[in-house]
């Protein structure tokens, strides 16, 4: 069983950064292609952003994050990040973090919450 921890979330100003952590334990987190997702309340839970496993040479961005957020990981670490710069109020939802361990999203956190407000 993987256990799957994010933290980082707060509440932040428009135009503010935040860097989301999310630590892995209980699997070969090098072997996991690694993904956010949020929700915001009332709203279907939408992806954010992907990094592929091993180096984590391909990323991929939902259109309305790409050039703000940035994926990473550090396979020492069992964590991948997400940075987000020049945060907008319609970026306040729940962030999950989840791990690909085949085909599937298998493995979930509990969220961690970002509200950007003024």
């Known amino acids: 069983q993987v256990q799957v921890v994010e933290s980082g979330g707060g509440l932040v100003q428009p135009g503010d950064s935040l860097r989301l952590s999310c630590e892995t334990s209980?699997?070969?987190?090098?072997?996991?292609?690694m993904a956010w997702f949020r929700q915001a309340p009332g709203k279907e839970r939408e992806f954010v952003a992907e990094?592929?496993?091993?180096?984590?040479?391909?990323?991929f961005y939902a259109e309305s994050v790409k050039g703000r957020f940035t994926i990473s990981r550090d396979n020492t670490k069992n964590t991948v990040y997400l940075q987000m710069d020049n945060l907008k109020p319609e970026d306040t939802a729940t962030y999950y973090c989840?791990?690909?361990?085949?085909?599937?999203?298998?493995?979930w956190g509990q969220g961690t919450q970002v509200t950007v407000s003024s």
């Open positions: 209980g699997g070969d987190f090098i072997r996991y292609g």
């Open positions: 990094i592929s496993r091993k180096s984590g040479s391909s990323t």
């Open positions: 989840t791990v690909r361990a085949t085909t599937d999203y298998e493995y």
